[in-house]
């Protein structure tokens, strides 16, 4: 695992055990750490030039069947790139291509003759070999591309799914990248549900969500579209094409979003003025957007209703009720239409 690089400290010991003990680390989880200890620097394997690589890599030339994948490292000094040689992957030793007699020359000149030439011309192509092998390992896995979350493709790749590209977009909606990433499956869909609505909620406000279907409320009616008696062609049929009054009775397009039991300094925070209540409006209408009404029911826990004589507000922290009576406390609030007012008691 990648560790943090934020640090100095964390940056300078794993350098130094890397360079005490290099056979403790895997080749793909040493390159993935160093590539998070040098953000300043371009991802292994895409930099243009080996200039801007913080290290370079051969292989250490031997005939022995490696025990572990690296053999040596030297950390960067006095502005010179580090060094790390690998026992794999390349083309000396037994598994390499080259006849093993080229590896036994590379060997003999680089210990009896101090001559590194072979090896480290070697080296040159080691070092693209290796640095692409690592980059295309890397790509294949989301998370090594999280490292560096302002160059994560496979964010892009997710985000696209739902319309979250660039990042900053739909940032008013109380959900962060991260989160909306976690949600894609959800987000992404053309049918919205009330399971998926009531998980963004969980996940976004850490407190109990439910969601009722099919709430009804009265709806008016548009004075074109009241039916008057002797006034139109066709026959009305009551409580079909027609109906009595200027109000009528709606269940289908309206939903509620129902949070609890909540502690009441939790209700206090989703009540008007609080600052949760605006982010529950930006989570509903980021998932459903503006075609349902909806309004909020906040459940108070039954055993920390207010006492007589402690704070709290009448009808929204506080309820008269018969002792023993089998009340709800709940408030109910339309944040569509104001948030500071339109609470009522819940039956």
Known sequence: MAGDPGTSTDSLGFLDRLEREPSAFDFFQALRRIECQFRDKPRLGSAARPADEPLRIGQDPTLTFA???????KPPQDGRPGRLSVLFQGFFGPNGPLPLHLTEYARDRLRNAGDPTFARFADVFHHRLLLLFYRAWAQARPVVAHDRPESDRFATYVGSLFGGVPVGAHAGHGLDHATKLFFAGHLSGQTKNPESLAALLRNALGVPAQIEEFVGEWVQLPAEARWRLGRSSQPGYLGQSATLGARAWMVQHKFRVVLGPLEPGA????????????????????????????????????AEATRLGQSGHLAWSAFLTQPGAADDNSLVLEPQRQASAGAHMGV
């Open 67 to 73: 025990a572990s994948s690296l053999a040596s490292f």
């Open 267 to 302: 209700q206090r925070a989703f009540q008007p003025g609080g600052p949760l209540l605006t982010r529950v409006s930006q989570l509903v209408a980021s998932y459903v957007g503006d075609e349902w009404r909806w309004d909020l029911k906040l459940k108070l826990k039954q």
